[in-house]
């Protein structure tokens, strides 16, 4: 069975098209500055490859879709009613959804949520104290990014050499949008995004996490709209706010930061606390560590985040190596031979897991 996998990011769509259940790589590409994914869709070259489905990386599909299913009306209506939790994030697969619709009509499509690998969560983890009409409502929290923390778990058991099963280990997803989840034995237990992704960690342009009254207060001084709010914390929050520099793209600030610009110095630091306080806080609620991984396009390549994220660490016994840290390329570990807690640094595949999620839909277990 051919599975086309199309990862719609912020400005990026990558593809692969795999053979399953062999994983066979038939197709991929990457396509940089998207601005219309209905026109990016159409771009997309199968050559003489039959794909027998088309599988998405859906984003929130609230309390009832947090599985992989077959797309459907029902689908639809969950990613409608829950755009403005993840307004960037379902509107592009909404509009992806409906052109490989035109594109490939007859081809089935899946739809893998995100919100799938932490279905785990204890309640204790994901419920939040607010009034219990808003818990009925399917205020709580999600979780995002699972297909890449379930990608991490496990090949950073693979590259260590030991089952899943054993490890307690902290995903680092760090990139233009950031979540950390605390992997116990292969469960999701904890992670940084919550309800909508614009909490949690400061993303380059939304907000992270944000005391709620600071938004009504400001709305209320200002007289801001409900849409006006949303655009600012969404397209001009994190560490775009933070720094001043439009995009909050993490390479533009170290660039800064070395030029001597304090705000774009502030905005990683801040960064980098966040990650290293979070790494300290799954440790204790999963009473033990031992292995942290960073991916993402900032977890991947930037030497020195990596290096402040885990520096006031040591006392878990994490050490890293200086030379692996900044010299080494691809997947690998970074940690020093004596440190009790293996880093490691890998590429992650959302990909592969969205595919292995839709071929299951298609052959359910006998």
Known sequence: MNILVPNLGSTSLKYQILQMPE???LARKRME???DYREAVTQIQTGDITVDAVAFKTVHGGPKYRGTFIVDAGVIAALEEFLPAAPAHNSIYLTAIRAFSEKMPGTPLVAAFETEFHRSLPGHASAYGVPSGWLDSGVARYGFHGASHQYVGERTAQILARPVAELRMVSCHLGGSSSLCAIDRGQSVDTTMGFSPQSGLENATRHGDLDAFAVL????RNKWSVDETRRQLSQEGGLAG???????DVRDLEAAARGGNSRATLALAVFAYQVRKTIGAYAVAMRGLEAVTFTGGIGENSESLRAA???GLEFLGLHLDKGRNEQEQGDRLVSSPDSRVAVLTIT???ELI?????YRAFTPAR
Do not use: K, T, Y
């Not at 207060?217 to 209320?220: D, I, L, Q, Y």
């Not at 933070?242 to 909050?248: D, E, K, N, P, T």
């Not at 969205?354 to 839709?358: M, N, S, Y």
């Open 23 to 25: 994983e066979l790589v």
């Open 33 to 35: 500055r998207v601005q």
């Open 217 to 220: 207060f400001m709305m209320e």
């Open 242 to 248: 933070l720094s001043g520099i439009a995009g909050g």
């Open 309 to 311: 994220s885990c520096a």
């Open 348 to 350: 992650s595949n959302e």
């Open 354 to 358: 969205v595919a292995r999620r839709a």
